[in-house]
C-alpha cells in the first residue's frame, strides 16, 4: 500500500471558513490524503483565504511567495488557493505567482478532487464558477473521522444585503439555504462523532428559510428541529444581521434550553448617516430597541457586536455617536475594525477618512469595548455556569471549556473528559478567561 499523500491547509479568517477546510480536507481525504500541520512535508498546500480583512489579497501573495523555495525543493507539490480572494482574484492569482496549480472558489470545492487529479497530469485549474449542484450533497459520503466536542455547521451562504463595505455578495453570491432535512443529517452525523455542541454558519444566518416538509422553515424553526436532536447539547448561530430577527427568533432565546444566550449582532456604526451610507437599512434607536426586546427575552444574554471605524466620510460626531451606541447597549464582547476599501465596494470610491483619525477612533473605541469586556467577565465572579469542556490545560489537572456564554473557562483538578458537560462556579476573572471550579 502507498504511503498516504500529505494535505496542509492554513484557513484564513471567518468561522466559514473553518468549516470549508473541514470540508476541503474531507474530500481530499477520500483520494488518499491525510492532513499535516507543516507545509514543509506537505504533497498538497491549500490557502482557504478571506476578503474581510484589509489587505487580504497582498497578504496571500505574500503568503505564495514564502513557498517558492518549497516548490523549487519538490517540483511534485501542489499548491492552491481557495476561498473568497480566489473568487475576487481568479487568474490574476496565477499570473502573479505561476507557482499557484488550482484556484477555486468556495462554491465549488467540492471538486477538489477532479481538480486535484488535473494537476497531478501537469494542468493549471481555474474554478470560480457558481454551479447548479448542491456541494454539501456532493460532500455527504466522503471519508469522516471522530471529531471533537463543538462543530460548525453552515446552513446558509451567501448575501442579498450589499453593505457598500463588503464584498460577501461578490465572493459567496446571493443567498442560498440549505434544506433542513439534509442540515439535520449532517447535525446527527456529527452528534454521532462526538459532537456535542453546533454552531449555525451563515453570512447572513438569520435570513434561513431552507425548505422544509410543508413549506420552508425559519432559522427559529430549524432550531427547534435541532433541539430534538438526542445528543446534541448546546445550539448556536452568527452571523446575523438586525433586520433579520425575526419574532419567533427572539422568543427562541427565551424559551428552547439547547439555544445559547450568546447574539452576534452586528451593528457596524452608531450614526444613522453613516448606516445609511454603508447600506445597513437599519437605524441606530431600531437597533437599540431590538436589543431591549432581545434582552425582555432572556435578560442574561450576552450580546456581542462589529464595529467599522473611519468609514468614508465619518466624522467625530458621527464616531460619538458609535461610542454613545456602545456605551447604551453594553457588549460583553465586540470585533472592531479600521475602515480599509475593498476594490469593487461602492464605499472604495468616497472620500477617505484620515488614517491618524481613523486610528485613534479605532483606539478609543476599543478601550470602551475591553472595558466592557472586563465588566461582564468580573460579574460572572460567584456566578454558576454550564461548561462544556473541549481539551485539557496547561496545567496538571485541569480542563478547558466553553461557558453557555462563550467565555473561556478553566477549572482545575477537573475529572471530567473532553466532551463533558459540567455545572462550575465562576472563581476568579482574567483578562481574557474565567477560572472555575466543579459544582458537586
Known amino acids: 500500500m502507498s504511503a498516504p499523500k500529505k494535505l496542509f491547509i492554513k484557513t484564513y479568517g471567518c468561522q466559514m471558513n473553518v468549516y470549508d477546510s473541514e470540508r476541503m480536507a474531507e474530500a481530499?481525504?477520500?483520494e488518499g490524503y491525510v492532513e499535516t500541520k507543516s507545509a514543509d512535508d506537505a504533497d498538497m498546500i491549500l490557502l482557504n483565504t478571506c476578503h474581510i480583512r484589509e489587505k487580504a489579497a497582498e497578504k496571500v501573495y505574500s503568503?505564495?511567495?514564502?513557498?517558492k523555495g518549497l516548490k523549487a525543493e519538490k517540483p511534485d507539490l501542489k499548491i492552491g488557493v481557495a476561498g473568497c480572494v480566489a473568487q475576487a482574484e481568479g487568474e490574476e492569482i496565477m499570473r502573479r505567482q505561476p507557482l499557484v496549480d488550482l484556484v477555486v472558489g468556495p462554491q465549488s470545492y467540492h471538486r477538489l478532487p477532479?481538480?486535484?487529479?488535473?494537476?497531478?497530469?501537469?494542468e493549471k485549474v481555474l474554478d470560480t464558477d457558481f454551479p447548479e449542484e448542491d456541494k454539501f450533497e456532493k460532500l455527504k459520503n466522503r471519508p469522516k473521522a471522530k471529531r471533537g466536542p463543538t462543530a460548525f455547521l453552515t446552513v446558509q451562504e451567501g448575501c442579498d444585503k450589499f453593505c457598500a463595505f463588503c464584498v460577501v455578495p461578490y465572493t459567496r453570491g446571493a443567498e442560498v439555504s440549505r434544506p433542513a432535512d439534509r442540515i439535520l443529517t449532517e447535525a446527527r452525523d456529527?452528534?454521532?462523532?462526538?459532537?456535542?455542541?453546533i454552531t449555525l454558519l451563515g453570512q447572513n444566518v438569520n435570513a434561513y428559510h431552507g425548505a422544509g416538509p410543508n413549506g420552508d422553515l425559519t432559522l427559529a424553526q430549524l432550531i427547534w428541529e435541532l433541539d430534538k436532536v438526542d445528543g446534541l447539547e448546546r445550539i448556536r448561530f452568527t452571523t446575523s444581521h438586525p433586520n433579520d430577527m425575526q419574532d419567533d427568533l427572539i422568543e427562541a432565546h427565551g424559551t428552547c434550553a439547547k439555544l445559547m444566550p450568546y447574539l452576534h449582532l452586528p451593528v457596524q456604526a452608531g450614526s444613522d448617516k453613516i448606516l445609511k451610507r454603508m447600506n445597513r437599512s437599519h437605524t441606530a434607536e431600531s437597533y437599540i430597541r431590538l436589543i431591549e426586546r432581545i434582552r425582555a427575552a432572556r435578560s442574561d444574554i450576552l450580546i456581542s457586536g462589529d464595529f467599522i471605524v473611519g468609514f468614508p466620510e465619518e466624522t467625530e460626531e458621527d464616531f460619538q455617536a458609535t461610542m454613545d451606541l456602545v456605551e447604551e447597549v453594553k457588549y460583553g464582547t465586540a470585533y472592531s475594525f479600521k475602515y480599509s476599501t475593498r476594490p469593487g465596494t461602492p464605499a472604495a470610491e468616497r472620500p477617505q477618512v484620515d488614517p491618524a483619525a481613523a486610528d485613534d477612533r479605532l483606539?478609543?473605541?476599543?478601550a470602551l469595548l475591553t472595558r466592557q469586556q472586563r465588566e461582564v467577565q468580573d460579574g460572572m465572579v460567584g456566578r454558576e455556569v454550564g461548561v462544556?469542556?473541549?481539551?485539557?490545560?496547561?496545567?496538571p489537572g485541569q480542563m478547558v471549556g466553553k461557558s453557555d456564554y462563550l467565555h473561556a473557562v478553566h477549572v482545575a483538578d477537573c475529572n471530567r473528559d473532553a466532551g463533558e458537560l459540567a455545572r462550575v462556579r465562576i472563581v476568579s476573572s482574567g483578562a481574557n478567561s474565567l477560572a472555575g471550579e466543579l459544582i458537586g
Do not use: P, S
Request: glycine share 16%; aromatic share 6%.
Open 363 to 366: 483606539q478609543r473605541l476599543q
Open 114 to 122: 477532479e481538480m486535484e487529479a488535473k494537476t497531478r497530469e501537469g
Open 28 to 30: 481530499l481525504g477520500g
Open 190 to 197: 456529527l452528534v454521532e462523532r462526538g459532537v456535542r455542541e
Open 63 to 67: 503568503e505564495l511567495g514564502r513557498f
Open 388 to 395: 462544556l469542556f473541549e481539551k485539557t490545560g496547561r496545567l
